[in-house]
């Protein structure tokens, strides 16, 4: 089975940086679209960024200027590099592929199990 598993996650101040980590485990031939989205308390998930396999980049507009994401097809990571952090940026980020490839087999919608971001003085 294939397994995305984030890390990364901490508390931090505002204008603090953090940089998130997601490793898809198992023996995988190919990822398609992989993207971070987040879900604060009471509120809808929302996509943050994402990034296709080709590494075709885009951003939410609300984390633009501030957020990278990239990626390594090779290990099959993915990253997301959030500076000037601000309290509103406090959520639950998760790490999501829309396809894997593994073992002869596709797997569509895979999501890791989440880490924690807080941004607070």
């Known amino acids: 089975q294939v397994q995305l598993v984030e890390s990364g996650g901490g508390l931090v101040q505002p204008g603090g940086s953090l940089r998130l980590s997601c490793v898809a485990s198992?023996?995988?031939?190919?990822?398609?679209?992989m993207g971070w989205y987040r879900q604060a308390p009471g509120k809808q998930r929302e996509l943050v960024a994402d990034?296709?396999?080709?590494?075709?980049?885009s951003v939410a507009d609300s984390v633009k200027g501030r957020f990278t994401i990239s990626r390594d097809n090779a290990k099959n990571m993915l990253w997301l590099q959030m500076n000037s952090l601000k309290p509103e940026d406090t959520a639950v980020y998760y790490c999501y592929t829309d396809r894997a490839y593994y073992s002869g087999t596709y797997y569509n919608n895979i999501w890791g199990q989440g880490t924690q971001v807080t941004v607070s003085s």
């Open positions: 198992g023996r995988i031939s190919r990822l398609n679209t």
């Open positions: 990034i296709t396999s080709s590494g075709w980049a």
